[in-house]
Each structure stands twice: as C-alpha cells, then as structure tokens.
C-alpha cells in the first residue's frame, strides 16, 4: 500500500464518480453548448453569489484569467509574498498580464485592510498603477491558515473605496468554509472574482471555476480562449466538479481531524521542529539541520510514505479524501520506526 500525503491533488475519481463522468450529457463549451458545464458554473455562482461562472482547466488559470481581466500591462498587484499567484504559477503574472506584484508579509499569509491600504500607490506617473488586491484562502504556504469573512470584511470595505478589484485564490476554499462554518454566500459577496478550485480537497480529476459578474466572465471567456482553455465536450469534467460540489465538501472536516492527528505524531519526533499551527489539512514544519528534509523524504519512502519536501529543511503533508484512519495508523507506526 501506497500512502500518499504530497497533496490533495494526488486523489483518484471514486467509482460514483466515474459513473457521474460516464453518464454526463455533453455539448461543444467553446460555442457555451455543454449542459453540464453550464450546470456546475450556475451552482457555483450560486452557491457564492456571483451573477456567472467559468469552467477552466486549472486554478492557476482562473487565477491567471482574472489577473489578465482585471489589469493592464504596468499595473501593480497587490498580495500576501506566500501567495499561490506569486510563488507557483510560473511566474504567469508578469508573463501573461505584464504586471508586477508587491508583496506584503501577512499574518501566516493573511494580510490587512491597513497593510493593503499603506500600499496603494499614489496617482503619479512615475508609480505603476495599483490595479487588484487578490487574497488566497486557504493559504498552502502557510500551512493551511485561512481567512474568516470577519477578516475579509475591512479588506473589501478599503478596496470598495478605492475602486480596486478584489480577487479570490480560493484553491482551498471549502476548506476554509468548513473550518470556519461560514457559508459560501457570505464570502463571494465580499469579492468581485473567486477561483474555486475542483480538484483538491473535493477530489474531482480537473478543473477550477472561474466566478464574477456578466461583464467579467464575457472578458474571461475570451481571454481563456487566448490562453488555449476552450474546451469541447467537457461536461465529462465539469460532471465530475458536479458530483464532488454535492457529495465531498462536508467530509472535509474529517481530512482536518487527521491533520491534527499528524500534527501530534509529528510532535513526537526528536527531530522535527517548528510545526506550523494545523488549521486545516495541510501540516508543514521543519526537519532537523542535521538530519534535512531530503533524508527524511528518504525515510517515509522506504515505509512506502511520499511526502515533498519545501526546501532544505521544511517538509509538507497534505490530508486529503484517498487517506483514511488506516493509512493515518500505518503512518503512526512509520514515524515511531524512524530514527535520523
């Protein structure tokens, strides 16, 4: 047995899912003729109160779409420097929209409505344009930390005020939901664009949603076809996205609990430092100098254990709904075999 914790994305389609897939009436999405595809993106922007939505590949897409609808060639955006957008895309926003970052140092990945507020720049010619605030919830790099909407609230107050678009990253946005008990609803009403992601803690193959007003996802729609997103019959997908939405969000509470039962195992270890607080399914921390994260890699995999590595020293454990009690034990029983 295979026990795998690099991340949530690592999950299997289950067999109703499959079935789901299978049976799943299709059309042409290139020419918005796919039943299924128009289905998810109506529930979704429903479910977060948002007029439509937009099916895509993956989240670094909707994220790189809103990005590229949102700003113009110059522009400034501004985020949290452990941001999705920032760290692992690719370096897509200055190679797809043209723009620069300016990053700020959050709290665990959170940032403020003052924060964001000292960085806007003025009107001057010579200062690039601040164009977007985008937040991430949850944030992977943080270790899972999350966002409430109490916390959201001033941030789209300040952002209201200065007439600044305010995006979503929500790869993990459920998840946040579910620790938080807040609904949908209350969160997509505090953004003008939220990418909620599919095939993470849900468990769907692919994709992410893209969600906005009409005038945004008309933009959006075009710029993911630039991007080479248009997709034919993808209702295949999008029904999968369908069947995740309705059967796999309250469950995640459960991929919370085995985090923190990790997080204790961890606790144990001579050799491990500085976890990071488990809010949600994701439990990063620090391997020993001496000993470093690859040696440690090393020795999960000899008990058929794959994990990644952060860096030279940080490890990343993902839970996630393909890891169950079992597999949580064979890892107990792992880590206390384990001497570095």
């Known amino acids: 047995m295979i026990i795998d914790l690099r991340s949530d994305t690592v999950t299997k389609p289950s067999a109703p899912m499959l079935q789901a897939m299978l049976t799943a009436p299709v059309g042409d999405d290139?020419?918005?003729?796919?039943?299924?595809?128009?289905?998810?993106?109506?529930?979704?922007a429903t479910m977060f109160n948002m007029q439509v939505g937009l099916?895509?590949?993956?989240?670094?897409?909707?994220n790189q779409i809103a990005i590229k609808a949102?700003?113009?060639?110059?522009?400034?955006?501004?985020?949290?420097v452990n941001s999705h957008i920032y760290v692992n895309e690719?370096?897509?926003?200055?190679?797809?929209?043209?723009?620069?970052?300016?990053?700020?140092?959050?709290?665990?990945?959170?940032?403020?409505?003052?924060?964001?507020e000292e960085n806007i720049n003025g009107d001057f010619d010579w200062l690039p344009r601040t164009a977007l605030v985008s937040l991430e919830n949850t944030i992977n790099k943080a270790g899972g930390s999350f966002y409430t909407a109490k916390d959201i609230e001033p941030i789209a107050q300040l952002c209201k005020q200065k007439n600044l678009p305010l995006h979503?990253?929500?790869?993990?946005i459920f998840n946040a939901l579910v620790a938080t008990n807040e609904s949908a609803q209350q969160h997509g009403s505090l953004f003008n664009s939220i990418s909620v992601c599919l095939?993470?803690?849900?468990?769907?193959?692919?994709?992410?949603?893209?969600?906005?007003?009409?005038?945004?996802?008309?933009?959006a729609r075009r710029i993911r076809k630039v991007f080479g997103g248009g997709m034919r019959q993808g209702g295949i997908l999008a029904a999968a996205g369908l069947y995740a939405i309705e059967h796999n969000i309250t469950r995640l509470k459960d991929d919370h609990a085995r985090a923190k039962q990790l997080e204790k195992m961890l606790q144990a270890l001579p050799f491990i430092e500085n976890i990071l607080p488990v809010d949600t399914n994701i439990v990063i921390f620090n391997v020993a100098e001496k000993v470093g994260s690859q040696t440690f890699?090393?020795?999960?995999?000899?008990?058929?254990?794959?994990?990644?590595?952060?860096?030279?020293?940080t490890m990343r454990m993902v839970t996630?709904?393909?890891?169950?009690?079992?597999?949580?034990?064979e890892v107990g029983k792992a880590l206390k075999a384990i001497t570095l």
């Open 70 to 80: 949102h700003t113009q060639p110059g522009d400034e955006v501004i985020c949290d």
């Open 90 to 116: 690719g370096g897509g926003v200055a190679f797809n929209s043209g723009v620069q970052v300016r990053l700020l140092n959050g709290d665990r990945g959170r940032i403020a409505a003052k924060q964001i």
């Open 199 to 219: 095939s993470k803690g849900l468990g769907a193959p692919v994709g992410s949603v893209l969600l906005g007003d009409k005038a945004f996802i008309k933009k």
């Open 55 to 62: 099916f895509c590949p993956s989240g670094t897409m909707t």
């Open 30 to 44: 290139v020419f918005n003729e796919d039943p299924t595809i128009i289905q998810l993106e109506e529930k979704l």
């Open 297 to 313: 890699v090393q020795a999960l995999q000899k008990h058929n254990i794959k994990a990644v590595a952060f860096g030279k020293n």
């Open 168 to 172: 979503l990253d929500g790869a993990r």
């Open 320 to 329: 996630h709904l393909d890891f169950n009690d079992d597999m949580l034990s």
